[in-house]
């Protein structure tokens, strides 16, 4: 997730144009995404991506996008929502029972799973679901708006095992919990 060097995912008022990927950082997600087994996304979250469903069909896009466009529609999908009625493409709907269902899915063999939706990624920290951490700090303060991490009644003990400073100034961070 990108996140402003105070500590918010998007603005006061959901904005999140400050964290839009130059072509080098677009790339590494590119990377990033593909390596993935597949993606949990909450509600909000799916909502926005459902674009990258047809982004591929837009001949004027950069390559960079249109490879974009081309991992995230093959890659598996799970929608935790209870308002949504269906999902679109390589996606599947749970309801309810979101601690257990991703439970069941990371005690399977297979890849990493991606967390995206800041309500969805709370509920899975605050469950003790969350084994890594990957963060995109962007040279911004907002100074309020959405929290990365939500309110905890205890901390979470980290690892630092990678780092990288892209061209854009963004920071990326990937931490395990230890």
Known sequence: MGVS???????????????????????FHN???RAMG???????????MVFWETADE??????????FARIWKQ????????????????????????????AKLKAQAGKDLSVGG????????????????RLFVSPVVLGAGTAYF???DEGID??????RVFGSRVVYLRYLSV
Not at 5 to 27: K, N, S, V
Request: hydrophobic residues 40%; proline residues 5%; glycine residues 8%.
């Open 5 to 27: 060097l105070d500590g918010f995912i998007a603005g006061p008022e959901g904005e999140i144009g400050w964290a839009a990927p130059d072509e080098e950082l677009h790339r």
């Open 31 to 33: 990377e990033q995404t």
């Open 38 to 48: 597949g993606h949990l996304c909450g509600r909000r979250l799916y909502e926005e």
């Open 58 to 67: 837009n001949p004027s896009a950069a390559e960079h996008v249109l490879e």
């Open 75 to 102: 890659s598996p999908k799970i929608v935790f929502s209870t308002t949504l009625e269906r999902v679109e493409g390589n996606a599947r709907l749970v309801r309810d029972h979101v601690g257990e269902e991703v």
């Open 118 to 133: 800041a309500n969805l990624a709370a509920s899975l920290i605050e469950l003790g679901l969350v084994d890594e951490y």
């Open 150 to 152: 939500p309110a905890l």
């Open 158 to 163: 980290l690892a630092l095992v990678e780092t």
